[in-house]
Nanobody, 124 residues
Framework: VQLQASGGGLVQAGGSLRLSCAAS????????MGWYRQPPGKQRELVAVAGMSSGGTTDYADSVKGRFTLSKDNAKNMVSLQMSSLKPEDTAVYYC?????????????????WGQGTLVTVSS
């Protein structure tokens, strides 16, 4: 599984940005997909993740609830993160993440995959 992220960049506080991530490969099933971030000098943290089944739910970090929206396209194995009302503390490298397993294994193991990271900088 390969994750290709796009979006990010520099924006002023109060502005908006959109991140997208697409998973490619064959013979796998993604059960969870979303975004994490790593602010400068801090540990990586969850931003938003979604269950990729038709009834899957979405969870958000408290710090982004009401400002960020994660949308998913199950058929295309894609997620997008719409970020609004951005704050300087949202500045971080954002990583796309997916949990996936092989569709052909009798006892499949879930493996975590990470994208290359994209920088979001929010200026005050």
């Amino acid at each position: 599984v390969q994750l290709q992220a796009s979006g990010g960049g520099l924006v002023q506080a109060g502005g908006s940005l959109r991140l997208s991530c697409a998973a490619s490969g064959s013979g796998f099933v993604i059960n969870v997909m979303g975004w994490y971030r790593q602010p400068p000098g801090k540990q990586r943290e969850l931003v938003a993740v979604a269950g990729m089944s038709s009834g899957g739910t979405t969870d958000y970090a408290d710090s982004v609830k009401g400002r960020f929206t994660l949308s998913k396209d199950n058929a295309k194995n894609m997620v997008s993160l719409q970020m609004s009302s951005l704050k300087p503390e949202d500045t971080a490298v954002y990583y796309c993440q997916a949990n996936a397993f092989s569709a052909s294994e009798k006892l499949p193991r879930v493996v975590a995959y990470w994208g290359q990271g994209t920088l979001v900088t929010v200026s005050s």
